[in-house]
């Protein structure tokens, strides 16, 4: 069982960078992937960015790759996400999960099904 708590939102401007933190409780930290998806209202819950248990490989979709930056940091049992120049469009709610399932190849992790435990989400909003 894993215990996940975001934290960082907030109302930025658009341009601005911003850190988002997710921390995890309970076992097998460093045995989960991890994955950032966002949900903005009205529109479905996209994913925005994975990193895998050894934190070795990260997973981004085109849409995001260059300003969004994954990583995570295995004594704090976090993960975090950087996203830089902000734009209006990123606001949304977004959210921490794990995983436990290995994926090798394409493809992998972007699927919410993908993912066995959710956070309860952080707000991020941007003004412009």
């Known amino acids: 069982q894993v215990q996940l708590v975001e934290s960082g939102g907030g109302l930025v401007q658009a341009g601005d960078s911003l850190r988002l933190s997710c921390a995890a409780s309970?076992?097998?930290?460093?045995?989960?992937?991890l994955g950032w998806f966002r949900q903005a209202p009205g529109k479905e819950r996209e994913f925005v960015a994975a990193?895998?248990?050894?934190?070795?490989?990260?997973y981004y979709p085109e849409s995001v790759e260059g300003r969004f930056i994954i990583s995570r940091d295995h004594a704090k049992k976090s993960i975090y996400l950087e996203i830089d120049s902000l734009k209006p469009d990123d606001t949304a709610v977004y959210y921490c999960?794990?995983?436990?399932?290995?994926?090798?190849?394409?493809?992998?992790?972007?699927?919410?099904?993908?993912?066995?435990?959710w956070g309860q989400g952080t707000q991020v909003t941007v003004s412009s």
């Open positions: 999960a794990a995983t436990s399932y290995y994926c090798a190849g394409s493809g992998c992790y972007d699927e919410m099904d993908e993912y066995e435990y």
């Open positions: 309970g076992r097998s930290f460093s045995s989960y992937t």
């Open positions: 990193i895998s248990a050894s934190g070795g490989s990260t």
